[in-house]
């Protein structure tokens, strides 16, 4: 248990609430029929090309082949799991998985996997967007919110400084006294009879 330390007191702590035992506290989020559509297809198709991998290692003789579709029948059901649940990352793997996948398949002439990896590639490129667009767009969102939490921090203007050109308040603030303003873009203000920063 955690003690204060001599001579200060601890902060008191907050109890934790909890609902109901099972349950989540949070909300699902809410998936479009389009992106779900995309998911349940490629998850599908992932399956099946598992599905006739593990078939395949039944029907190979040589060893090191039926490894072979035994480690890309188990990747196919990973990554159609995760595509399923919406890890845009797994759209890649799948991807890199069966051309891999295809190159053996090619070069022990299975028609069944070469089969089912093409279907595979036509449905995974053609429900691509979801995934790549998600992936940018949560990317994109990240960099937004640190941008914004920067420039309302430099941005914050107590004393009600306005730039000297076009009046407006929102001065990125520097600690040497300088500014510049984001409404006109001009260069370095001297605020505070500090020299003029040049950063």
Not at 57 to 67: D, G, K, N
Not at 77 to 82: A, E, I
Not at 135 to 161: C, F, V
Request: proline residues 6%; charged residues 20%; positive net charge.
């Amino acid at each position: 248990m955690y003690q204060a330390p001599v001579g200060e007191k601890a902060a008191p702590s907050e109890p934790i609430l909890k609902g109901e035992p099972g349950t989540r506290d949070e909300t699902p989020a809410v998936v479009e029929p389009r992106v779900r559509l995309a998911r349940i297809a490629c998850a599908a198709v992932l399956f099946a090309v598992a599905g006739t991998e593990f078939v395949s290692v039944i029907l190979t003789r040589p060893l090191l082949i039926a490894s072979f579709w035994g480690i890309f029948g188990f990747l196919a059901l990973v990554t159609g799991f995760y595509l399923y649940r919406g890890r845009f990352t797994a759209w890649g793997t799948a991807m890199i998985v069966d051309v891999f996948a295809l190159l053996v398949a090619i070069a022990v002439f299975d028609l069944f996997v070469i089969g089912a990896l093409v279907a595979s590639f036509v449905v995974l490129y053609t429900f691509r967007l979801p995934f790549g667009v998600g992936a940018w767009k949560i990317e994109s969102d990240k960099e937004n919110g640190k941008a914004r939490t920067l420039i309302d921090g430099r941005t914050q203007n107590p004393t009600g400084l306005r730039c000297p050109k076009c009046g407006a308040n929102t001065l990125w603030l520097a600690e040497d006294g300088s500014a510049f303003c984001l409404t006109c873009r001009a260069g370095t203000i001297e605020l505070a009879g500090n020299g003029p920063s040049r950063v």
